[in-house]
């Protein structure tokens, strides 16, 4: 069910320029609405200032970047992903907020060391093979004191909700996938690269590693999913 490291890349790629046309509205249903609710959250934690900069990096239709932009039309966000395809779909999405995106892979972005007040990525690390080079070229990208984000899913635990999330997220969520995205694949990806995702403290240790500092992470929906927050010192 997951591509082997070596096809990662092209894998995800590939699944999503399919899903690309329904991607939006897939996050909608399958999150009951929550996940604006997670990006208004995590872009809060980002702290941007007042006409700061802000880099979504796996930005997709970005709509992290938009809602940025939206809450504060003084910052200048900026979308960047390797999937033309996603941003495609997102040109123009919110009428009048002019996102510029970047076709980029997550691991050499092309912008200069400390360039950005705060980086943010929303499900993108579960796609990337080397987690600690992914939060380092963020690292790299923002400016000292600028915090780096990071909204993603969490395994479920081994608690009394963890086979109703399983149910969920293994049967229901790709059946929904198959009716709306006409992909049933790309929606049988989401859990199985989610269970084989770190559980959020490692996942905070490999932002450490990164050379993050300061890192801590809150958990939301029943612990299905995770923002964890690094801060770039001096
Ligand atoms: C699940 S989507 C998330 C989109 C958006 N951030 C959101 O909150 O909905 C993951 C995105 O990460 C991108 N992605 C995955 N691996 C990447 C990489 N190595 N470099 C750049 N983008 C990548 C994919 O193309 C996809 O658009």
Not at 2 to 11: G, R
Not at 57 to 84: K, L, R
Request: proline share 8%.
């Amino acid at each position: 069910m997951l591509p082997t490291i070596e096809d990662k890349p092209v894998y995800v790629n590939r699944m999503f320029a399919r899903i690309a046309p329904t991607y939006d509205l897939m996050n909608r249903l399958m999150t009951f609405g929550q996940d604006q609710t997670w990006r208004r959250e995590m872009l809060a934690y980002a702290n941007v200032p007042p006409r700061g900069t802000l880099l979504d990096v796996g930005t997709g239709t970005g709509d992290i970047a938009y809602m940025a932009m939206q809450q504060n039309p003084t910052i200048q966000a900026v979308g960047s992903d390797f999937t033309y395809e996603m941003m495609e779909a997102g040109v123009g999405k919110v009428p009048g907020v002019p996102l510029p995106f970047a076709q980029a892979d997550t691991y050499t972005l092309p912008f200069p060391d400390n360039t950005f007040d705060a980086v943010v990525s929303g499900f993108l690390v579960r796609n990337v093979v080397d987690r600690v080079a992914a939060f380092r070229e963020m690292a790299r990208v923002t400016k000292r004191g600028g915090r780096v984000v990071c909204l993603e899913t969490t395994p479920p635990s081994n608690s009394v909700l963890g086979p109703l999330f399983r149910l969920y997220f293994f049967q229901i969520v790709p059946f929904v996938g198959s009716i709306v995205a006409r992909d049933r694949q790309a929606y049988a990806y989401l859990p199985h690269s989610t269970v084989a995702f770190p559980p959020p403290g490692e996942l905070a240790h490999l932002m450490e590693r990164a050379g993050l500092q300061n890192v801590f992470y809150v958990e939301r929906m029943l612990n299905s999913v995770a923002i964890h927050v690094g801060t770039k010192l001096a």
